[in-house]
């Protein structure tokens, strides 16, 4: 059985995550500089990548499926890269499932990898500007109520950034 289309469907999935890898490497430029507008593009060029990959992974699963049935295998068995390159025997053929296996394998720890690291980047963002709007208009569980100006409760208050006293 020929295995070439499922080795092309492999390879073009290690490009793609290539691609996303790069994205990853942009978006943590736009955060860690603050660029919104750059961010949301690389939003959006992402997204048409996950579409094309999983596009890739349909084909890819046709491909393994194909390849079963040409080494007399009938049920649609879900089996990963190694188990399905037992099924192989040309050692040539062997070699470069391996090959590309362990290639997309790398390629996806090193995107898993970026991706945490941008999702920590977006969270301290998001610490920072909350706590700078802490510092700006006060603590969300200062109270709200009116209290007279003798009246000294236990209460520490600090000013938001709007003073009424003229």
């Given amino acids: 059985m020929e295995l070439t289309p499922l080795l092309e469907l492999l ?4 490009e793609v995550h290539l691609q996303m890898l790069e994205l990853a490497a942009l978006k943590k430029q736009s955060i ?3 660029q919104v507008d ?15 990959i999983g596009q890739l992974e349909e084909q890819r699963a046709e491909a393994a499926y194909a390849f079963l049935q040409g080494v007399g295998i009938r049920s649609n068995l879900n089996l990963n890269l190694t188990e399905l390159s037992r099924l192989v025997f040309d050692p040539e053929d062997k070699a ?9 394998s790398g390629t996806l720890y090193r995107l898993k990898e970026a991706n945490e690291l941008n999702q920590k980047l ?11 709007l802490d510092l700006l208009v006060g603590r969300p569980n200062q109270e709200i109520t009116y209290h007279h ?3 000294k409760g236990s209460s520490v208050t600090r000013p938001g950034i709007f003073d009424a006293r003229g």
């Fill in 11 to 14: 390879e073009r999935l290690d």
């Fill in 32 to 34: 860690m500089d603050n």
């Fill in 38 to 52: 750059s961010l949301i593009d690389l939003l959006n060029r992402e997204s048409r990548l996950v579409k094309l």
């Fill in 96 to 104: 470069r499932l391996l090959h590309i296996q362990q290639k997309l």
């Fill in 122 to 132: 977006i969270e301290q963002s998001l610490t920072f500007i909350d706590y700078s």
């Fill in 149 to 151: 100006p003798s009246d």
